[in-house]
């Protein structure tokens, strides 16, 4: 099993980017995928997420700003972040939880957004 997240990179302030969750071995429907950012020397925190009977939640910082979706058919869960800023920095992962079993979850390995000002 994995996940793959990509589309971070080096944004302005104002900018958008999209990343998006790829994953292999599983079936990201069967699972509440969510998103989190981390910055050095803090905690993951939350930031969105998609359950898998297809309702979706944005913390609410980010609410205005930020849209979570899921592409069955791609089998991929996409972060559509707008209006970026600086606090929005740091590493994003994404993490797949299974429906029916808290046991079963994954992470993925990040992508590095930095937004300058």
């Known amino acids: 099993v994995q996940l793959q997240a990509s589309g971070g990179g080096l944004a302005q302030a104002g900018d958008s980017l999209r990343l998006s969750c790829a994953a292999s071995?599983?079936?990201?429907?069967?699972?509440?995928v969510g998103w989190y950012r981390q910055v050095p020397g803090k905690e993951r925190t939350y930031v969105a997420a998609?359950?898998?009977?297809?309702?979706?939640n944005v913390e609410t910082s980010v609410k205005d700003r930020f849209a979570i979706s899921r592409d069955s058919a791609k089998n991929m869960v996409y972060l559509q972040m707008n209006s970026l800023k600086p606090e929005d920095t740091g590493v994003y992962y994404c993490?797949?939880?299974?429906?029916?079993?808290?046991?079963?979850?994954?992470w993925g390995q990040g992508t590095l957004v930095t937004v300058s000002s």
């Open positions: 993490n797949a939880l299974h429906g029916e079993n808290s046991m079963v979850a994954y």
């Open positions: 998609v359950n898998y009977g297809g309702h979706t």
């Open positions: 071995g599983i079936m990201l429907n069967l699972y509440h």
